[in-house]
Structure formats: C-alpha cells, structure tokens
C-alpha cells in the first residue's frame, strides 16, 4: 500500500479478430493422378482496447472503487486497429498414391505498411514419396519409407501506428497534455520474409515394431523488424527499421519402439525425441555492430551481434590474466573493468524428451522426462544471493568467521595471499560491477509427467464400453540441474523468461508448481 487507505488498478481489455472468406475447392481425378485444392480470398481485421483506471490513494480505506480515488485517478485508453487483406491458392497433386505434390501461394496487403511495400506475395512447394509404394523393392524388414521435402517462404508485417509520428494523452495537477512516441517513424520500412527448406525421411521397422523421423531444416528472416536504440539528441530513444538477417538451422530426430509385447499382456513401447537447433545473426543492416534484444537487469543485457548465435549475454566480467585466473587488486578483492563482453548464450545446445508407456492386464502406466542441455541465464538471485547473506554460500567453511582468501592473482600474476573479511567480499563494491559470478548454467533434466491408470472391464452394459481410472502427477522433480542453480535453489527452467525479451534471465523466481490430479475417462 503506497498510501494510508491501499490502491489499485482495473484494466478492461477487448479484443477482436473478424475474418471473412470466400473459397472454391476442387477435387477431380485423372486416371492414376487426383487433383485437388482450392483458391480463395480473406479480409482480416483485429481490433484491440485497453481501458486502464488506477488510484494511488483511497479516501476510504479498503473500498476498491475509482469514486473513492483520494486525489486524481490514473486513466489511460489504447485502442488500434488494423486489416490484411489477402488472396491465396493451394492445389494438391499424387500419382497412385506413392508420389505427392503440394504447392500453395498468397499475397497480402497489409494496412501497418508503407503504401509502397504493403503487398508481399509468399509462397510453398512440398513433395512427398512413399518408396515402398513407388518401386517392387520391399523387405521384409522394412514395413514403410517415405522421403519429404519442402520449400516455402512466409511474410509479415509489423505492429500498426508506426509509420508516423503519434502521440499519447496523459494528465498532470488536472492539465492534459499529448507526448510524442518515443521511437522514431521508419523511412522505408518493408515486410520481413523468413525462407526455409526441410528434408526429412520417416521410416518404420520390423512391422511397425520400431520408428525413426528425421528432419533437417533451414530457415532465413531477411528485412527483420526491429526497434533499434539511437541517440537521444535525435529526440527518440530507438527508431523502427528493417534492421536483421537471422539464420536458424537444425535437426530433429524421433525413435519410437514398441519394445515388449508378449502373449502375457504385457507392453512397453518408448518414444524419444531430441533436437539441435542453431540460430545465428547473419548481418545488421545500416552499420550496427549489435542491437539489444532485451535490457534485463543491473546492467546485464542480451545483444545479437552479426556471426554470433542469437542471445548473447553481454555484461561485467571478472578481470582475469592470460592463464583465466582473477586479478585481485592489493586488497585482496576481485578488480573491477568497465568493458563489457560475451558471458555466454541463451540457446540451448540440445533438448530432448523420453516417454514410455507400460500395460499390463488392464494397469496402465506413463512417464516422460525431458532436458534441455546447455544455455546460460543471468539470474538477480544469484547477484544479490551475495550481499543479502541470505543463501548458503555466505556461510560455507565458516567464512564469516575466519574469512577467505581469493582464488586469483595479483597484477604481478603471483598468488593472492591477502585474507578478506565476508562483509569485505561479499558485500564489497566491486559484486556491484560484476556480472559473471550471476551467469549459471541452464541445463536439466525433469521429470515430467507420471500417469498410473487401471482400465475396467465394462459387461452387460448397453451404455458404457470403456472406464479408465488414473491418478497423475504433473512437474514432480528436478533429477539434474547444474550445482550453480542447485546451490541456490533455482528451477533453470523458470529462470527463463517469456518471449525474446524475458528470455535468459531469472528475477527473483517464486517455487515451480508441482500437480496432482484424478482423472475419469467414459466411453460410449
């Protein structure tokens, strides 16, 4: 509560989508080719308002009420409005079933774009074989083999109201008065367009008993959008402007086996999935060297910087010699620089998941555990776990007892010797101008889900075929994580963010949610 009586704010938000459409499908067949797809047109338009009233003061206490406000209430109104139109098409071609042929196109003119570039046209060719199907050549050992490949490209265009300079209402001592956007108006701006292609095969074993899909995929955004920083003296903070090219390559792989089935009844089959994907800066356009992805804390930040994975941590770093061990100044403490530089990336280098799924006369039992392997966050608890003495780490070895000796270097590169009280390191100015000792490490591994069943055998019942029972359990523990979250307590996962700009930093994370449930299934 800021003032004597509490405060609050309500917030009524609206938001609308209407899309109107006009299609013509066709389907005929030739002979051993089918032909089928369809041409159309849409109107989009999205509407969106945010109403907000806020009081800092109540005159009453405790009566949330915008007329008991004690002084002048807080209001704010947004409200856009914009509309894509489109046409597109999308015709579907096989040859007795073994070979397939999709290709799609459409254009939009978007009303958030300039009048010169407001139309983009996008379009996609897919092809499919079923080899098996395709030629005399069938093992035994091998029930189905398909190849697959795909181009496309895909279009968009930005937020509306940025191709002029606009304004926003807003009220002081009961004066209203407009202030002008703080990011500057683009010259030219034009739609991003991200080109992919995908090779990928999908093969099945042994009848089916065993499963393995193969994907690699390559995708380009040229012309990105972004909101880039200038100088202040231009009387804007950041101007909008077709800024990036962002390149993201990768593999996925899924092996699935049905691993025991027996006359007994009991079956096990598993399933296991693992990705690497690679996103790297390509260019910046108009002479940057990097733009901010995300301010985050204390100075922290996350840049894409050209031939760089996208994500790099950029922050304070330990001041260390030639051999990586820290320089400490006569005092014994940690010396402090000013230069920023790379502390690590938020990309993962791996992720991957492990689902297996037991029946056994009528028990039913599922498990799936997932990872994530690499990555660095910058955690705000890890930066003020020092200063606060709050956490384990400012108690271990009696160090506020006896103190510690650096591990590092003098500037002579001879050995620290020089023994520093807790309250000197821990609470010392140079933690301030530190970011390093705050980046940790963003692997884990998780169990899942957990799903305990058991299936009822429905008889003489005109109504009811089937009644599963089971009991689940939801996020139920942590079965690896790094010692730098472990030591203090912090879910790597939670430590990330939502959306680009949270992604790679944790702020004072309250616990993960750990869930149970009781499910019942009725067939009919």
Known sequence: QRGRGGQFRENSQFSQ?????????FDKTFGAFRLDGLVGA??????????SLSANDLTVPDIYAISNVKGAPGVSDYQSEYETQSVYFAANGSYKDFLFLGITGRNDWSSTLPEASRSYFYPSVSLGLSVLDAFTWKPNYISYLKLRANLAQVGGATDPYQLSRTYSAGSYAGISFFSPT???????????????????TDIRLFKDRFALDVTYYNQKTENQILSVGTSSTTGYRAIKLNAGEIENSGIELMLSAKV?????????????NWAKNKSVVNALYGGLTSY?????????????????????????????NEAGKIVVGPNGLPNTTSAAKNLGNVTPDWTGGFANTFNYKGFNLYFLADMRMGSEFFSTTAWHSYPTGAYEVTTKNNVRETGLIVDGVFEDNTPNDVRVSAQAFYVGDWMWNNHEYSILDGTFVKLREVVFGYDFKIKNSKIFQKLNVSVTGRNLA??????STRDLGIDPETGFGAGAFGVGYENFQIPATRSYGINLKVGF
């Open 17 to 25: 989508e209407t899309n109107l459409d006009l299609t013509l499908n």
């Open 42 to 51: 849409n109107n989009r338009n999205n509407k969106f308002n945010l109403l």
């Open 182 to 200: 703080s990011t500057s108006p683009p010259n030219d701006l034009k739609p991003f367009k991200t080109s992919s292609y995908e090779f990928g």
């Open 260 to 272: 025991i089935e027996n006359n007994a009844g009991l079956r096990w089959s598993s399933n296991i």
């Open 292 to 320: 901010q992805i995300s301010p985050g804390f204390g100075g922290a930040k996350t840049l894409g910087i050209p031939g760089e994975e996208w994500g790099v941590l950029w922050g304070l770093p330990f001041v260390r």
């Open 478 to 483: 942590i079965l690896y994580r790094d010692k």
